[in-house]
T-cell receptor
């Protein structure tokens, strides 16, 4: 296991289409995060899983967005009815933690979404 | 709401110079602070993690300091090289919420400093 893996690396879609991204975290990590990054900005938090439970969602995550982590391993992020404003880099990160203790976060290479 | 600011937004230096990148945060109640590097179109690579109880961390030519009470961190890069050219991001992690909470590990990022080291 060499790190956090994200697929696809790039996705171009037409406005109104649905897209799904996948994240495979580092295998022993129980915590998984999705972030969104637009050009020239730092990443912004979207949602967080501990094992299979989605414990927090940002207000940025509109009802068109849904994330799952069905078996506490890989996660998917789906965007329905994509809009041009959804164009961004979607980053996944994972870490290992128990209670308040948390290791450093490791990020994947991201999925670059372009909505045309 | 935590806000993280990085100064300068961009920095261009000749090879060999020592340089300092600055990060400030508005809420000093943090759990830890992490510095990342991001190459164009790529994900983030973790450089250094400083716990709130620590003052500094070192890795090779990199040294990060933390002054939690004043809400500041600096990343010092010694003897810069063209390969150091990238965007450098700092991020803070909040402490657990009073009465328990679920935001373990959620990071708030600055907008980054774009570093160019020219030969």
């Amino acid at each position: 296991d060499t790190g956090v893996s994200q697929n696809p690396r790039h996705k171009i879609t037409k406005r109104g289409q649905n897209v799904t991204f996948r994240c495979d975290p580092i295998s022993e990590h129980n915590r998984l995060y999705w972030y969104r990054q637009t050009l020239g900005q730092g990443p912004e938090f979207l949602t967080y899983f501990q094992n299979e439970a989605q414990l927090e969602k940002s207000r940025l995550l509109s009802d068109r967005f849904s994330a799952e982590r069905p078996k506490g391993s890989f996660s998917t992020l789906e965007i329905q009815r994509t809009e041009q404003g959804d164009s961004a880099m979607y980053l996944c990160a994972s870490s290992q933690g128990t209670g308040v203790r948390n290791t450093e976060a490791f990020f994947g290479q991201g999925t670059r979404l372009t909505v045309v | 709401k935590q806000e993280v600011t990085q100064i300068p937004a961009a920095l261009s230096v000749p090879e060999g110079e020592n340089l300092v990148l600055n990060c400030s945060f508005t809420d000093s109640a943090i759990y830890n602070l992490q510095w990342f590097r991001q190459d164009p179109g790529k994900g983030l690579t973790s450089l250094l993690l400083i716990q709130s109880s620590q003052r500094e961390q070192t890795s090779g030519r990199l040294n990060a300091s933390l002054d939690k009470s004043s809400g500041r961190s600096t990343l010092y890069i010694a003897a810069s090289q063209p390969g150091d050219s990238a965007t450098y991001l700092c991020a803070v992690r909040p402490p657990p919420r009073m009465g328990g909470g679920t935001s373990y590990g959620k990071l708030t990022f600055g907008q980054g400093t774009i570093l160019t080291v020219h030969p």
